[in-house]
């Protein structure tokens, strides 16, 4: 079964600059989804960004951008120019790709807590 | 425009009681999931859904249970509420691996 690892429980940064949350996953699949979620304090899961196992380049989304390591099995979110509105509970997860018999479940992280600092 | 809702959105309850939550969507997706979130275990799901009369366990099942009768729909019940199931309560939908899972505002539940 995969597992995801988030091993910053809090994360703190100042307005502006820049911070990267951690983190890892297990699994034997060679292809595979990885997405970072947010969730404000109103409680909606808002998906920030998707990358595929089978791309090699990083995806970006704005002030949003992955450094995915296929090998060492690491997927950090990096969040430039950082905004008040940034600070939310991130969640890193997992999805198997159902056309080789993976499940299209979600498999979480344990979620880093991001503070804003002005 | 489509959206996926759940209700109700805060719920108390007693110890005992059978409690059904509901979600309800409108994208048409086959697949539906169930997740409970806890602080410190981030969000672990209870059951799924790939399609109608479809329905499989999760990693949390004991004690809830779902069934699909429609597209639409898949609620969860708790068959006898426990202090344990405290929890918000996450439903989602998706279709296709290219698309994203799309998930309700979540429901609170205290059990006492």
């Known amino acids: 079964a995969q597992t995801v690892t988030q091993s910053q429980p809090e994360m703190s940064v100042q307005e502006a600059e820049t911070v990267t949350l951690s983190c890892t996953y297990d699994?034997?699949?060679?292809?595979?989804?990885l997405f970072w979620y947010k969730q404000p304090p109103s409680r909606q899961m808002i998906l920030v960004i998707r990358?595929?196992?089978?791309?090699?380049q990083n995806a970006t989304e704005n002030r949003f951008s992955v450094n995915f390591q296929k090998a060492a099995k690491s997927f950090s979110l990096k969040i430039s120019d950082s905004q008040l509105g940034d600070a939310a509970m991130y969640f890193c997860?997992?999805?198997?790709?159902?056309?080789?018999?993976?499940?299209?479940?979600?498999?979480f992280g344990k979620g880093t807590k991001l503070t804003v600092n002005p | 425009d489509a959206e996926i809702t759940q209700s109700p959105r805060h719920k108390i309850t007693e110890t005992g009681r059978q409690v059904t939550l509901a979600c309800h969507q409108t994208?048409?997706?086959?697949?539906m999931f169930w997740y409970r979130q806890d602080l410190g275990h981030g969000l672990r799901l209870i059951h799924y859904?790939?399609?109608?009369?479809?329905?499989n366990k999760g990693e949390v099942s004991d004690g809830y249970s779902v069934s699909r009768s429609n597209t639409e729909d898949l609620p969860l019940t708790l068959e006898s509420a426990a202090s344990s199931q405290t929890s918000v309560y996450f439903c989602?939908?998706?279709?296709?691996?290219?698309?994203?899972?799309?998930f309700g505002q979540g429901t609170r539940l205290t059990v006492v």
């Open positions: 989602a939908s998706s279709e296709g691996m290219n698309t994203e899972a799309f």
């Open positions: 699994t034997s699949e060679s292809d595979y989804y």
């Open positions: 990358q595929e196992a089978y791309k090699q």
């Open positions: 997860a997992y999805r198997s790709v159902p056309f080789q018999g993976g499940s299209e479940k979600l498999v």
């Open positions: 994208w048409n997706h086959n697949n």
């Open positions: 859904s790939y399609g109608v009369q479809d329905t």
